[in-house]
């Protein structure tokens, strides 16, 4: 574990690492908890087409990226509640409209290539730049900050949407800040994780955590641990086997689940119910 410190680049994945380990379970939670665990990949498919517009216009690719996908959550949530279209074919149209849209506009800037995309795809430890961590930090502490802030009332919503309404929550607005917080993770996590695996990071900690706890906050705090060990237990393996970091935090996410699946039952046993935030 030293000797990879020794490189900056290195240094500069782990970092990001970390961050993406707590933002992802932070707002999966919720996603979880509302039944949207496919949201993420959806939006990771928007992102797809704002960094391919981002080499179009040589703009920097994560500040297209996050526009294009919060413009694609918002689109989404709206197409949802005010549609007769279900969640499941609107995100299905964010699936197919995201990744045509990626393919043709890399394929028309100039020196474009699909093999340009691999390490957004992907996820790739030596791309991560110092900019990329300022970015990436500044748009975790947005998610965590939003979490933390309007906690209560996501928990609510994600219960039950009638009883928000009747109690007065501004449900809408709810509903469009959970969409637009996916989106902002999607980007932080597209560069260690790469947006075709994104979603897995927002879902599979959570999924892992609940095998133990019962309460929200309990699941949340768990599943950003699980989060954190993930990424820097993946990354870590990427470097040595010199494979891309995206598939490695996802098997070491989904090992961790396989084996919370057999310790899960006694630990739920033993401890009590946790009351709601």
């Not at 989060?227 to 970091?245: A, R």
């Not at 996410?253 to 119910?273: D, E, M, Y």
Request: net charge positive.
């Amino acid at each position: 574990m030293i000797d990879l410190l020794q490189f900056d680049f290195m240094q500069r994945a782990l970092i990001a690492a970390l961050l993406v380990g707590l933002a992802a379970p932070a707002i999966g939670t919720f996603i979880v908890q509302r039944r949207l665990a496919l949201l993420g990949d959806g939006i990771g498919h928007v992102a797809l087409t704002g960094v391919a517009l981002g080499f179009l216009t040589g703009t920097a690719p994560v500040l297209t990226a996050v526009a294009v996908s919060v413009l694609g959550a918002v689109a989404i949530e709206l197409v949802h509640a005010r549609g007769r279209t279900s969640g499941d074919v609107a995100l299905a149209l964010l699936f197919y409209g995201g990744i045509a849209g990626g393919v043709l506009l890399i394929s028309l800037a100039p020196g474009g290539s699909n093999a340009t995309l691999m390490s957004y795809l992907f996820g790739s430890i030596s791309s991560v730049s110092t900019q990329d961590v300022w970015v990436i930090g500044l748009l975790a502490a947005a998610v965590l900050g939003m979490v933390a802030f309007f906690g209560r009332e996501l928990y609510v919503l994600c219960q039950d949407e009638e009883v928000a309404r009747a109690s007065g929550l501004p449900v809408r607005f709810l509903s469009l800040l959970i969409a637009v917080t996916a989106a902002l993770t999607v980007v932080i996590a597209m560069r260690v994780v790469g947006l075709l695996l994104v979603s897995a990071l927002m879902v599979v900690p959570v999924a892992t955590s609940q095998q133990f706890t019962r309460g929200f906050r309990s699941t949340m705090a768990l599943s950003m641990l699980f989060g954190m060990i993930s990424t820097v237990g993946g990354l870590t393996s990427s470097f040595y086997i010199e494979v891309p970091p995206g598939a490695i935090i996802v098997i070491v996410a989904l090992a961790g689940f396989v084996l919370a699946l057999g310790l899960g039952r006694f630990v739920r046993r033993s401890r009590p119910q946790e009351s709601s935030p």
